[in-house]
């Protein structure tokens, strides 16, 4: 079989879910807290590939409660289907996961005070954790050393692995509130004072090549794409996978509109997944 087939499992708070995530970037179908008793039926599923599932991630844990007693019976029916799976297991110290439980104010899922059910999941999660193909220590990993760590173990690529969605907008309709960064663009001259091209908007070839030969848009465009070609590389490795640029100008109309078009094209020759949406420019 050529599906890729992982368990993911480990102690509460030590990561899983935030795996999952990254793993359903890196393109794989994930199921968190699947009863085990329904995996072998899932696997068969795998098998017929109805739905294109060939890389596939299954969240298992405590929350199995006394089924995860099944674990041996239901790995050898998984075995007998001739799937090659791996089962990786996440841990933390417990200073690390009392730390995580206190930030987040969460109880731990066996319903104690959390250091002793930290301790009791560490026993009860004793048959499985035998049974690992790996072990991933998250106790001092950020989000971005996990998902290096992912990409490696999963052999896939994680870099690039962002989607970025450029926006113009007017101000005098507000800032967009999804933007993680926000350009101002008011400062090149305004083609509105142009009759000619006050009816026309940053699409429109006339337009673009009034803003473009603009010294400071010149100098503007030169200085944004060294700081994007700064930015992206360690948003990826802090683990962002998406990024909104905003470029505002008064309507959102012209200037705006010409500036996120040119760089929705130099981020698309860097090979970046890029969006583009013109949000006011029909006002």
């Given amino acids: 079989m050529r599906n ?3 368990i993911i499992t480990g102690l509460s708070g030590a990561g899983k879910s935030q795996a999952l995530k990254i793993l359903e970037d890196f393109g794989f179908f994930c199921v968190d807290n699947i ?5 072998p039926r899932f ?3 795998c098998l017929e590939n109805s739905m294109g599932m060939r890389r596939v991630a299954l969240g298992i844990d405590i929350r199995a409660g006394k089924s995860l007693r099944q674990i041996n019976s239901v790995l050898s029916q998984i075995k007998k289907k001739k799937i090659n799976y791996r089962i990786i297991f996440f841990t933390a110290t417990a200073a690390s996961l009392l730390q995580r439980y206190s930030e987040t ?6 319903g104690r005070r959390v250091i002793d059910g930290i301790r009791r999941e560490r026993k009860m999660m004793g048959g ?3 049974l690992a193909d790996q072990e991933i220590d998250t106790s001092f990993l950020n989000l971005g050393e996990l998902k290096e760590i992912l ?5 896939v690529s994680s870099d690039r692995k962002i989607s970025i969605s450029l926006l113009s907008f007017g101000y005098k309709y507000g800032i967009p509130v999804d933007a993680d960064m926000v350009l101002d663009v008011r400062f090149i001259p305004n083609p509105n004072y142009v009759p000619k091209l006050r009816e026309k908007t940053g699409k429109d070839l006339p337009v673009r090549k009034y803003v473009q030969k603009q010294k400071m848009y010149k100098k503007f465009m030169k200085q944004i794409r060294g700081l994007v070609d700064f930015l992206l590389p360690n948003y990826v490795k802090e683990g962002k ?3 909104t640029i905003a470029v505002g100008c008064t309507g959102g109309h012209h200037r705006s509109v010409v500036v996120a078009e040119s760089l929705a094209a130099y981020l698309g020759k860097k090979k970046y997944s890029t969006q583009i949406y013109h949000r006011d420019i029909s006002r």
């Fill in 4 to 6: 890729q087939f992982y």
């Fill in 35 to 39: 009863p085990l008793a329904l995996v």
């Fill in 43 to 45: 696997t068969d599923i």
């Fill in 105 to 110: 104010r969460r109880r731990h899922p066996l």
């Fill in 128 to 130: 499985i954790y035998t």
């Fill in 151 to 155: 990409g490696r173990e999963f052999k």
């Fill in 241 to 243: 996978s998406y990024l």
